[in-house]
């Protein structure tokens, strides 16, 4: 199995504040994503890497910020949460067969 | 744009057939992708359908028409572990990126 570890789990945070998650993958693999996943909406893209300080947008980048200095880590920062994005955050790999495996996820709430 | 359409929710039996559709509007993609979800879980990969026609693996089955815009999972001897979301997912750009359904919520009952 793809070892792929999502931290923190839980998050709650007041608005304004800055979050950082974190995703993290042991085997090297090029490309990850970060997705967040809301009723009535689906998973939707937000940011994807394509390589150590390679990234781009998703179709839900706005309030958004990435970054990718090392092959493993790929994290992502609210950098001021806002009540709308309470949700769950899902980070994912792309695997050789080009399927993505995702990691277990974080809860966001953002009161 | 890609429009991807599934039932929103589905209800099938124990031991049963049961097919799930996506059909989309698009013409330029590499493949489609069927995940699984469970409540509270992260999604996991089933099948990916690149050629047109049908790719069985144990229960499972996935099925594809490009000329038709449409796509089936079929599961076969549903057990009660099977309820969950079914996620229909286009690769775009070779599948660098994915463009997903909003899911089929499937109930299995006893």
């Known amino acids: 199995d793809a070892g792929i570890t999502q931290s923190p789990r839980h998050k709650v945070t007041e608005t304004g504040t800055p979050v950082t998650l974190r995703c993290h993958q042991t085997?090297?693999?090029?490309?990850m994503y970060w997705y967040r996943q809301d009723p009535g909406h689906g998973l939707r893209l937000i940011h994807y890497?394509?390589?150590?300080?390679?990234?781009d947008k998703g179709e839900v980048s706005d309030g958004y910020s990435v970054s990718r200095s090392k092959t493993e880590d790929f994290l992502l920062t609210l950098e001021s949460a806002t009540s709308s994005q309470t949700s769950v955050y899902f980070c994912?790999?792309?695997?050789?067969?080009?399927?993505?495996?995702f990691g277990p996820g974080t809860r966001l709430t953002v009161t | 744009g890609q429009n991807i359409d599934q039932p929103t929710e589905m209800t099938a039996t124990e031991g049963a057939i049961v097919q799930i559709n996506c059909t989309y509007q698009?013409?330029?993609?590499?493949?489609l992708f069927w995940y699984q979800q469970h409540a509270g879980e992260a999604p996991t990969f089933l099948s990916y359908?690149?050629l047109d026609g049908l790719e069985e693996k144990g229960r499972f089955s996935s099925f594809l028409s490009r000329s038709k815009g449409y796509s089936y999972l079929l599961l076969k001897e549903l057990q009660m572990k099977d309820s969950a979301s079914y996620l229909c997912?286009?690769?775009?750009?070779?599948?660098?990126?994915?463009?997903w359904g909003l899911g089929t919520s499937l109930a299995v009952n006893p």
């Open positions: 994912a790999i792309r695997l050789q067969g080009d399927e993505q495996y």
């Open positions: 085997e090297n693999h090029r490309y």
């Open positions: 890497s394509y390589g150590v300080k390679d990234t």
């Open positions: 698009t013409s330029g993609f590499n493949g």
């Open positions: 359908n690149v």
């Open positions: 997912a286009l690769g775009a750009g070779n599948n660098r990126k994915l463009i």
